[in-house]
């Protein structure tokens, strides 16, 4: 079946530092979701991306959609410590109306 | 305010008796669905409905039951629980079915319910 693979599973930054988070699908996707969980919450919608090769914005966080629409990225410029949690990707189930979750990364920061 | 409202938030429960988690949403959405939680496998739906008395299986739906009688209750029901269903579920539902893009298809969560099976 179809599967939203992330990587890293984790990491640890210094505060300041940059981090970046992979999404990659084994099958195209019509659209792309992004979650944050934060410890001991539930995932928060982030933001969609629809379009091959879409990049979007908000304040320090850059999400790319791939040429192929396979896979995505999320980008986090100068990390602070409310950045904390794990970043989840997720896309339809193709022709399926299943809404499949990636892996998720955990990020931590250090102060 | 718009929510997804899931009970209980933390439950223990012995090896097969029957229990049911309850989720509510008060934001008229059509889709609603199902998910656990566990370290290192990410969210794994569980089952979804796209509308009333319209459900489907998720990726993980063994020992899993649920029903739509009404647009705004998605309880999750669990026949026999066993010990490998001790996870964290969430409850989500969204105005459109994932797959149609644009506004509307983001999943709202509940806050979760942290179950443990002994």
């Known amino acids: 079946g179809q599967q939203v693979m992330q990587i890293p599973q984790y990491q640890h930054v210094q505060e300041g530092e940059d981090f970046t988070t992979y999404c990659n699908s084994s099958?195209?996707?019509?659209?792309i979701q992004w979650y944050k969980q934060r410890p001991g919450g539930h995932p928060v919608f982030l933001i969609q991306?629809?379009?091959?090769?879409e990049v979007k914005k908000q304040k320090r966080l850059t999400f790319q959609f791939g040429e192929a629409k396979k896979n995505s990225s999320l980008h986090i410029t100068a990390t602070q410590t409310t950045d904390v949690g794990t970043y989840f990707c997720?896309?339809?189930?193709?022709?399926?109306?299943?809404?499949?979750f990636g892996t998720g990364t955990l990020l931590a920061v250090q102060p | 305010e718009a929510q997804v409202t899931q009970n209980p938030r933390y439950l223990i429960t012995v090896t097969g008796k029957k229990l049911t988690v309850t989720c509510s949403q008060n934001?008229?959405?059509?889709?609603m669905s199902w998910y656990r939680q566990d370290p290192g496998l990410g969210l794994r739906q569980i089952y979804y409905?796209?509308?009333?008395?319209?459900?489907d299986k998720g990726d993980v739906p063994e020992g899993y039951k649920v029903s739509r009688k009404e647009k705004r209750n998605f309880p999750l029901i669990l026949e026999s629980p066993s010990p490998n269903q001790t996870s964290l579920y969430f409850c989500?539902?969204?105005?459109?079915?994932?797959?149609?893009?644009?506004?509307?298809?983001?999943?709202?969560f509940g806050q979760g319910t942290r179950l443990t099976v002994v």
């Open positions: 989500a539902s969204s105005s459109r079915l994932p797959g149609t893009g644009g506004w509307g298809t983001e999943a709202f």
């Open positions: 099958t195209t996707l019509s659209n």
């Open positions: 991306l629809v379009k091959s090769g």
């Open positions: 997720a896309g339809p189930g193709g022709a399926t109306n299943k809404l499949i």
């Open positions: 934001m008229n959405h059509e889709y």
């Open positions: 409905s796209m509308n009333v008395e319209v459900t």
